[in-house]
């Protein structure tokens, strides 16, 4: 038994140490997640007892039941609803004897509770009534079991959580109780509850200590964590992070945050304020013992957090990790992205097997096009969403102004963000009279300069353009049209001056041949600004296919122009003209490198395994 009461070694400056995920252990060992977890206390006791030695062995000065889902609704999945009290209590015992065996008294035992698995009204079929009764039979048996405080944990629903806090302060009113959250990626819970709101209605709630656990992974919850604390500044707080995103390798699932990386981290918890750290899916006794390495090294400084300006606000979102393309291009990095357009019907799996050849050929995201010629195509969103979510491949967007008036613009864009599309470029859109639909409504309210300012300057400062609350900030990263080879420079720069003054962040620039035409470009900017033109640029690049295909974008593309040099190579090719086509793109954007930031790869006719390998022509 732990000599100093569980509230009173919190108060210490030292954070408690708990320990890390349960069933990932057991699921490393065999067990199927099918399988009853909780009804391994009564049927397999050893396996549960040896993960307890492990974490207490690593470190943990907080040990967890396996009951985590011993709830008579989880339960009865598996023909178990009558053995709650058999199960929690056996729980209990179990991480009782494994602590008491190793003659520590710095060792807690915290009774863990998970959602009921089910919803609860009013969105759900489970009134509030019964789903406290039901939290009340579990807390009730970790109570009467001996448990020194109960960690409700994982909770997506801030209202069951309420109900588990009730339930907790009704049947076991003098054991400390641990209310921790989990939120999605875009940094609200299930139902969109912000962290702030949380923090306080837990804290009014009568939580001892209220958290975040679960989630995305560490960096995620730093963030999270902030917010928390400075919307209920005098709460004790906790974090026990995932071991970063789960991906499938191999048909099994896998955690990639290493334990070095969660060592750095509990300092990082511990410099925010942190009063418990843990670890939850996908962390080991490898990662807590990393962890208690970390916290007991006085020699090993705590990180530097800068603090989040009015995150205690519940309108306003803890800043988001920014984007892959946001951030190369803050660092200065090379950016490769391809063109990809949506297929002509409902049917995505041939454009997805496409992308994922690109993503291995070293693509560090795709730009999907909306109705490229006026075509008509699946939405780029939904093509956006299917990528992020089935390959976890970063998108840009395409976002034409044409046919779009204002009000379904700021519409299609809340709706974008709330797919998780963060990264937008701004166009004006191909003129309706080339495509399948002439006859389609062609006007527009506002132009691509003016709707990079309605993104940057309104929404993302969480307003409408009439003035209206978004209710937060939307953070979108915005690129812009530009033409680096026009023929009449100063009217190019005029215009882009307009896109930057409305924050344009990077900009796509039409297919250049010629590395001399960048140079031009840059000279007439400085010319003109009287400073060196920095903005990002994404150079495009078209491998050419044929002598006909390179005779028609010289021909017929506005702003193209191909030198009688590159023609030849192409026509002196033959049959093999698609691979010089390769070559010739491969050695124009490795010229280019320092005068742009990036290549946008366009592959003619859909042949994206030659945009792959041009991507391997200047990843070398």
């Known amino acids: 038994m732990a000599t100093i009461p569980f509230l009173e070694r919190l108060k210490q400056e030292q ?64 023909g178990l609803e009558d053995r709650v009290s ?3 209590c056996a729980g209990v015992k179990l991480a009782r004897q494994v602590i008491d065996a190793s003659f ?13 698995g089910v919803r609860l009204k009013p969105f759900g079929r489970v009134a509030l009534a019964d789903a406290r009764a039901a939290f009340a039979e579990q807390i009730g048996a970790l109570a009467s079991a001996g448990v020194d405080v109960i960690l409700l944990e994982t909770f997506a629903d801030r209202l069951e959580l309420l109900e588990a806090i009730a339930a907790a302060r009704q049947v076991a009113p003098d054991v400390p109780v641990v209310a921790q959250m989990t939120f999605a990626q875009d940094d609200r819970t299930l139902l969109g509850d912000l962290p702030a709101q949380v923090a306080r209605d837990l804290w009014k709630a009568g939580a001892d200590v209220i958290g975040v656990n679960c989630g995305g992974g560490p960096e995620q919850l730093s963030r999270i964590l902030q917010a928390m604390r400075q919307a209920a500044p005098h709460a004790i707080v906790s974090a026990m ?16 945050a290493t334990s070095a990386y969660f060592a750095d981290y509990a300092l990082t918890f511990k410099a925010i304020g ?56 803050a660092a200065g990095q090379f950016v490769v992205t391809v ?13 997805l097997a496409s992308a994922q050849l690109l993503q291995e050929a070293g693509a560090d995201m795709v730009d999907v096009a909306d109705s490229p010629t006026a075509r008509m195509r699946m939405s780029p969103w939904a093509v956006c969403h299917f990528l992020q979510t089935r390959l976890n491949l970063e998108t840009v967007l395409h976002f034409p102004t044409r046919g779009r008036n204002l009000l379904r613009v700021q519409g299609d864009l809340l709706a974008a963000h709330a797919l998780g599309l963060r990264n937008l470029f701004v166009v004006m859109g191909d003129p309706t009279r080339i495509g399948d639909y002439p006859e389609a409504m062609d006007n527009y309210d506002v132009a691509p300069s003016a709707l990079i300012g309605v993104v940057k300057n309104r929404l993302n400062h969480g307003v409408d353009q009439a003035g209206n609350s978004i209710g937060q900030p939307t953070t979108f990263t915005v690129g812009c049209a530009l033409n680096m080879g026009a023929a009449d420079l100063d009217h190019e720069i005029a215009t882009l001056h307009k ?61 193209i122009s191909i030198p009688d040099a590159i023609l030849k190579r192409i026509e002196d090719a033959g049959e093999n003209a698609p691979a010089e086509g390769v070559k010739i793109a491969g050695e124009v954007l490795r010229d280019l490198r320092g005068l742009v930031q990036g290549a946008y790869i366009i592959p003619a006719f859909g042949k994206y395994e030659l945009a792959a390998e041009v991507i391997d022509t200047i990843k070398v």
Request: contains cysteine; glycine residues 8%; hydrophobic residues 40%.
């Open 15 to 78: 954070p408690l140490l708990a320990d890390g995920a349960m069933g990932t252990m057991l699921h490393q060992q065999g067990v199927p997640f099918t399988e009853c977890f909780d009804e391994l206390n009564l049927s397999h006791p050893e396996q549960v007892a040896r993960i307890h030695r492990a974490y207490l062995e690593a470190g943990a000065e907080l040990i967890e039941t396996n009951t985590f889902g011993a709830n008579r609704y989880k339960l009865a999945k598996h």
């Open 86 to 88: 058999d199960i929690n």
């Open 104 to 116: 520590r008294d710095d060792v807690y035992l915290a009774g863990s509770v998970g959602p009921l």
């Open 241 to 256: 992070p995932n071991a970063g995103m789960p991906e499938a390798v191999g048909g099994r699932t896998m955690y990639p």
């Open 274 to 329: 942190a009063n418990i750290i843990g670890g939850c899916c996908g962390t080991t006794p490898e990662h807590i013992a990393a962890m208690r390495k970390a916290l007991d090294d006085p020699a090993r400084p705590l990180p530097y957090i800068a603090v989040l300006e009015h995150a205690g606000d519940e309108h306003t979102l803890v800043p988001e990790r920014p984007t892959e393309l946001a951030r190369k291009l």
């Open 339 to 351: 063109e990809v357009s949506p297929p002509r019907s409902f049917v995505p799996q041939k454009l």
């Open 499 to 559: 896109k930057l003054d409305n924050g344009a962040d990077f900009a796509i620039s039409q297919v250049v041949f010629d590395p001399a035409v960048i140079e031009r470009f840059h000279r007439r900017y400085e010319e003109i600004e009287g400073q060196p033109f920095t903005l990002p640029v994404l150079m495009s690049a078209a491998p050419l296919y044929s002598l006909k295909h390179a005779l028609f974008l010289h021909n017929e593309v506005p702003g």
